[in-house]
């Protein structure tokens, strides 16, 4: 991944988990350079509420509706917080999606 060091590090956001709320979101959006694009958790109101919590615009509850947008918006990357059966259909969903338009997203899985 090419960075532009004028500009932040744009991440969206997949799983909105106990431990991603309570270790990881509050990390990320305390780092200088780093910009939280989007959330997506298939629980909407919890979406609404912990993207209001850390300053993000955009909530989905949909991966795929994520997908086209992080493409649309050139974020740099894809962080997987979602629970570990979850992984797997967020990773084949972005391999199939992310890689057949050629867009430059990275995928990051933490669990």
Known sequence: MTMNPSRNI????VG???????QYLPQIAQMS?????AVCDVRAD????????FGVH????D???????????????????????AHFSVKDRK?????????NISYAVFC
């Not at 350079?33 to 694009?37: A, D, N, Q, T």
């Not at 919890?46 to 919590?53: E, G, H, K, P």
Request: charged letters at 15%; hydrophobic letters at 55%.
């Open 10 to 13: 744009r991440l969206v956001i």
């Open 16 to 22: 909105l988990g106990g431990i991603a709320v309570d």
């Open 33 to 37: 350079g780093v910009e939280i694009v």
């Open 46 to 53: 919890w979406a609404a509420i912990q993207a209001s919590r």
């Open 58 to 61: 955009h909530v989905f509850t």
């Open 63 to 85: 991966v795929d509706k994520l997908i086209s947008f992080a493409q649309a918006e050139h974020v740099d990357a894809l962080v997987d917080l979602a629970s570990i059966p």
């Open 95 to 103: 391999s199939t999606r992310l890689n057949s338009s050629h867009a």
